[in-house]
């Protein structure tokens, strides 16, 4: 088996499971944030259950839109606050309360491990692969089953191995692979499959950059996105979790195991890659866009606002200012991101050359505030959907990016190839 098939065995208590088989399978931690949250409560109360099934493997996370952007906000939050209180749901982070995006949170937290099987009311859940576990998005009314049952039906995905080799050149990034991938496969050519990322630039990659990878898994229609758990995953997990931690052997696919489609990449001359409005995988290396004016450049979300994505954003803004015209908006991933990037200067140097550093939240990327976009407008985002509508006007444009091409970009007012500006 591979280790997607592996983890839902174990959750299922089956020995093996194969494609398209149905499991019921144990959930080991759920989460739900601001937006599918009160959803959630609504249809828990009308199964008719009392209490919620395990109220330490529930996770409720404020982020989408905070601090309140509207009377209907404040509500949102307000019911998820009464329902964590009444269900003594400890796991509640609550505005100013050591959170920040969700999908930040939750491992920074500990509450993934590899080999867990995690869900959550929100596509991009499948961020958790990264760290060995089968993490994937699930509805509302889907989360509120699982809030009384502790257990989800799931069809097992057959499985899409990319093998990545080659070394990154100085300011292309694991963005820029993911994109590259996304492009060649398609935003349906993963649909329903488990997409597992090997090869040695994988097992060379921050958790940081396979985070990265799993994030963006979803956009190619994927049910989750994964990588072997290393000593990598071991270093990052230390001290962030209780949880006694399997053995990674365990963890790993058969060396027999099969796949329906094995892609191969090679990152050496992988130049800086940008997907164009409005679709994820209408990816063009940077070469083919530069050039396009720009009206705000955003660094962020839960696919590009970790420490790592600042630090390669400020050392390419450093000593320089933002184009005028241009708004540049860095929105960190979590709380605990945002202090390390204070205490590294990150923060001074984004407000120096101009950009404006706001707290914690998915802001911009979903269109809820600080940062929508008006009509006519251009964005480059280090987010992860560039749909019609996504930021704001459904008469702006969004072009998706790493950090280091939006940074660039940010400089130049236009769309720029960071490795050109020699920093």
């Known amino acids: 088996m591979n280790i997607s098939e592996k983890i839902l065995a174990r959750a299922s208590g089956k020995d093996r499971v194969s494609p398209g088989e149905i499991v019921d399978a144990k959930v080991d931690t759920v989460m739900v944030h601001d937006l599918t949250g009160p959803?959630?409560?609504?249809?828990?109360?009308?199964i008719g259950v009392k209490r919620v099934w395990d109220n330490k493997k529930i996770v409720i996370i404020l982020d989408h839109h905070i601090p309140a952007s509207s009377i209907q906000t404040a509500e949102l939050h307000k019911l998820m606050r009464n329902f964590a209180k009444e269900q003594k749901i400890q796991n509640l982070y609550d505005v100013g309360k050591g959170g920040g995006i969700c999908h930040q949170v939750m491992p920074e937290k500990g509450y993934v491990k590899p080999g867990d099987?995690?869900?959550?009311?929100?596509?991009?859940?499948?961020?958790?692969?990264?760290?060995?576990?089968?993490?994937?998005?699930?509805?509302?009314?889907?989360?509120?089953?699982?809030?009384?049952?502790?257990?989800?039906w799931l069809k097992v995905p057959g499985a899409i191995k990319i093998n990545v080799k080659g070394s990154f050149q100085k300011f292309v990034a694991p963005k820029d692979l993911i994109l590259s991938v996304i492009g060649k496969i398609g935003v349906d050519g993963a649909t329903y499959k488990s997409v597992e990322f090997r090869g040695p630039t994988i097992r060379n990659m921050s958790v940081s950059g396979r985070m990265t990878l799993c994030n963006m898994a979803v956009e190619m229609g994927a049910k989750n996105g994964i990588v072997e758990p290393d000593e990598a995953t071991l270093r990052f997990l230390k001290g962030r979790t209780n949880k006694a931690l399997e053995p990674f052997e365990s963890l790993r696919s058969d060396p027999?195991?099969?796949y329906e489609r094995v892609v191969n990449f090679d990152v050496a001359d992988l130049e800086p890659q940008v997907a164009c409005p409005s679709s994820v995988d209408n990816v063009k290396p940077v070469s083919k866009v530069v050039g396009v004016k720009i009206d705000q450049a955003f660094i962020g979300s839960c696919t590009n606002g970790r420490l790592e994505d600042l630090r390669l954003a400020s050392g390419i803004l450093k000593g320089k200012k933002v184009k005028d015209g241009v708004r540049l908006l860095v929105i960190p991933a979590s709380?605990?991101?945002?202090?390390?990037?204070?205490?590294?200067?990150?923060?001074?140097?984004?407000?120096?050359?101009?950009?404006?550093?706001c707290?914690?939240?998915?802001?911009?990327?979903?269109?809820?505030?600080?940062?929508?976009?008006?009509?006519?407008?251009?964005?480059?985002?280090?987010?992860?959907?560039?749909?019609?509508?996504?930021?704001?006007?459904?008469?702006?444009?969004?072009?998706?990016?790493?950090?280091?091409?939006?940074?660039?970009?940010?400089?130049?007012?236009?769309?720029?190839?960071?490795?050109?500006?020699?920093?």
């Open 39 to 46: 959803l959630a409560v609504e249809s828990f109360r009308k």
């Open 117 to 152: 099987l995690i869900v959550g009311a929100d596509s991009h859940t499948c961020t958790y692969g990264a760290l060995g576990a089968f993490a994937t998005g699930i509805g509302s009314t889907e989360a509120a089953a699982v809030f009384a049952t502790g257990r989800i």
């Open 256 to 258: 027999d195991a099969s």
């Open 335 to 357: 709380q605990e991101v945002y202090l390390q990037a204070l205490r590294e200067g990150l923060i001074e140097t984004f407000f120096e050359v101009g950009g404006v550093v």
């Open 359 to 423: 707290n914690p939240t998915c802001g911009p990327c979903i269109g809820g505030h600080q940062g929508i976009l008006a009509s006519g407008e251009v964005c480059v985002s280090a987010s992860n959907r560039n749909f019609i509508g996504r930021m704001g006007s459904p008469e702006a444009g969004v072009y998706l990016a790493s950090p280091a091409t939006v940074a660039a970009s940010a400089l130049t007012g236009r769309i720029t190839d960071p490795r050109e500006l020699g920093a």
